[in-house]
Nanobody, 123 residues
Framework: QVQLVESGGGLVQAGGSLRVSCAAS????????MGWFRQAPGKEREFVAA?????????ADSVKGRFTISRDSANAKITLYLQMNSLKPEDTAVYFC???????????????WGRGTQVTVSS
């Protein structure tokens, strides 16, 4: 059974930094591609960033140059990170971790989802 558990959200001032993490458990083949999405109040969920086991990555234009996605595979465990720098109030949202066992379009079509972690950026 695949489980994705996010952590590391919180309150930060504009211009600050925050790193959110996602602990993944389950069959390793399930995590070929992993990504971060976010949903702000009253808005649809949107793609933020994604990466593959093969090293490919993709970012939304709104976060390019500010956010960095990375993954660590050690001891048969996978942890996905999103380092967020130069945060803006418009980055405020619930951030979700997602995974799928194949590549395809990195910004969509994920099979597995976490429950999310709240990130709030104050002005």
């Amino acid at each position: 059974q695949v489980q994705l558990v996010e952590s590391g959200g919180g309150l930060v001032q504009a211009g600050g930094s925050l790193r959110v993490s996602c602990a993944a458990s389950g069959p390793m083949f399930s995590f070929y591609a992993m990504g971060w999405f976010r949903q702000a109040p009253g808005k649809e969920r949107e793609f933020v960033a994604a990466c593959t086991r093969g090293g490919d990555s993709n970012y939304a234009d709104s976060v390019k140059g500010r956010f960095t996605i990375s993954r660590d595979s050690a001891n048969a465990k996978i942890t996905l990170y999103l380092q967020m720098n130069s945060l803006k109030p418009e980055d405020t949202a619930v951030y979700f971790c997602a995974a799928k066992p194949y590549t395809g379009v990195l910004s969509s079509a994920y099979n597995f989802w976490g429950r999310g972690t709240q990130v709030t950026v104050s002005s």
